[in-house]
């Protein structure tokens, strides 16, 4: 069982796939992609392509819990999913983002030069935080 995860942005989204097995996060990558329907068709096809079951979706909420306009659109990107007949799953990814820069700072790499790495690292700390919960 394959999982993906998807750190959806405005003009860039993280993804991240989890080996065969869906115990650990396997390939990351970064999709360019600013609008909604052809994102959903890119995601679905890179889901395809790598026998993906399930995309767990990154929900993002303020510190207090409460959803705003970025919650909003990642329910309207799990919606254009779902009609492509994808299982999708939401997924709190409260932090994930101000985690990824730490992770890659503390790796050495300046901050204009991973603006787009940053996407696909908080991905796969999504990725890594949904398969923990499974166990």
Known sequence: MRVMAIDYGDARTG???SDL???I?????????WDAQALAD?????AKERDVSTLV?????????????RAAKARALK???EQRDMAVVLWDERRTT?????ILRENGKREK???????AVAAALILEGYLGSLS
Not at 42 to 46: D, G, H
Not at 113 to 119: I, L, M, N
């Open 113 to 119: 030069k991973h603006r787009a790495t940053v996407d």
């Open 21 to 23: 097995t869906g115990t």
């Open 25 to 33: 996060a396997g390939e990351s990558f970064v999709i360019a992609q």
């Open 57 to 69: 979706l990154g929900l993002p909420r303020n510190m207090d819990g409460t959803e705003g306009p």
């Open 15 to 17: 993804v991240a796939v």
């Open 42 to 46: 890119q995601l679905v096809q890179a």
């Open 98 to 102: 101000v985690d990824a820069h730490r």
């Open 79 to 81: 919606a254009l999913l």
